[in-house]
């Protein structure tokens, strides 16, 4: 869907990582210096734990629009919104009612 609409995107499945843990899924993230979107909110918690500036993490939380076609809208609207914010390093997330963002680290050190 990403991919389409002319961004560099790739599914944690093309490399071989649908089944890994969350810290390497992180890891690679951060290694490719990509922004890791999820509807999970346990890579913020670890963001939190680490008090790391990367990678940025765009965290879907929709109750309402839980199929992909679906958050398509969300998700490039808050891409285009906060493109900066998730460059510098952000935690921005995504509801039905708008998108909050905070920047990275989510605590001092």
């Excluded at 969350?22 to 890791?36: I, K, N, S």
């Excluded at 199929?67 to 952000?90: F, N």
Aim: aromatic fraction near 2%; charge should be neutral; glycine fraction near 4%.
């Amino acid at each position: 869907m990403l991919t389409a609409r002319g961004f560099d995107a790739v599914h944690i499945a093309d490399l071989a990582l649908a089944s890994a843990p969350d810290e390497q899924v992180m890891r690679a993230a951060l290694q490719q210096r990509r922004v890791l979107v999820t509807m999970d909110g346990d890579f913020a918690r670890m963001l939190a734990s680490t008090c790391d500036e990367q990678p940025s993490i765009l965290w879907l939380r929709s109750q309402s629009r839980v199929r992909p076609i679906e958050q398509e809208p969300l998700l490039c609207e808050a891409i285009a919104q906060h493109a900066a914010a998730l460059l510098e390093g952000a935690v921005v997330v995504v509801s039905d009612s708008g998108a909050r963002v905070r920047k990275l680290p989510l605590r001092g050190p």
